[in-house]
């Protein structure tokens, strides 16, 4: 059973950074890729970014130059450094992992691709 846990939500102040980590269990981790989605109140589910399974990313807009997506292969685990939060950060960060048999050209960046999710953790911005 294939299982993400996000952790590293707080609540921060404007300016401030915070790091999410995903521990991903019951699958080969090298083999997929990975991402991070956001879901600010009131609005849908976006693409933070992403990384492939050569270490390739993407970022969104928003956050290009802020944030910083990696992976550690051996403990499993994805990362989102995240510097220079404002206001608009605020939101629940979902962690998000591809299915081991699906292929990509270049990093994924539409929900459907992604077959397993985890259940987020919660990032509060304040001035």
């Known amino acids: 059973q294939v299982q993400l846990a996000e952790s590293g939500g707080d609540s921060v102040q404007t300016g401030g950074s915070l790091t999410l980590s995903c521990i991903v269990s019951?699958?080969?981790?090298?083999?997929?890729?990975m991402a991070w989605f956001r879901q600010a109140p009131g609005k849908e589910r976006e693409f933070v970014s992403g990384i492939d399974t050569d270490g390739n990313s993407k970022y969104a807009d928003s956050v290009k130059g802020r944030f910083t997506i990696s992976k550690d292969n051996a403990k499993n685990t994805l990362y989102l450094q995240m510097n220079s939060l404002n206001l608009e950060d605020t939101a629940m960060y979902y962690c998000?992992?591809?299915?081991?048999?699906?292929?990509?050209?270049?990093?994924?960046?539409?929900?459907?691709?992604?077959?397993?999710w985890g259940h987020g953790t919660l990032v509060i911005v304040s001035s």
């Open positions: 019951g699958t080969i981790f090298r083999g997929k890729c």
């Open positions: 998000a992992a591809t299915h081991e048999l699906r292929v990509f050209k270049g990093v994924p960046t539409r929900e459907g691709s992604f077959a397993y």
